[in-house]
């Protein structure tokens, strides 16, 4: 079982950043797929999340972030826009299936001019 995320790094303010998270060793199509992130010292937040067909996102970065799954590929991707330094943190994919789950090992994104 394993979730690779790849896509993290350092932008301006106002640029944007897509992250991928490729999952296998698990039945990916029927997994609940969720994006979180995490500040210094505190815990791990949802921003996004993906199951029973419909995708939710944290208030802060509704109309920014978009997430989006291809289970052909077994991948799901964040799309970040308009990237404030609020949103500099680590990112981690985590998938939830009936008997298991798993946490991606996480990608960093900075935002700074």
């Known amino acids: 079982v394993q979730l690779v995320e790849s896509g993290g790094g350092l932008v301006q303010p106002g640029d944007s950043l897509r992250l991928s998270c490729t999952g296998s060793?698990?039945?990916?199509?029927?997994?609940?797929l969720t994006w979180h992130r995490q500040y210094p010292g505190q815990g791990r937040e949802v921003v996004a999340a993906s199951f029973d067909g419909q995708m939710r996102y944290e208030t802060s970065v509704k109309g920014r972030f978009t997430m989006s799954r291809d289970d052909a590929e077994n991948t799901v991707y964040l799309q970040m826009n308009s990237l404030q330094s609020e949103d500099t943190a680590v990112y981690y994919c985590k998938a939830i299936w009936g008997g298991g789950s798993a946490w991606g090992q996480g990608t960093q994104v900075t935002v700074s001019s």
């Open positions: 060793g698990f039945p990916f199509s029927d997994a609940a």
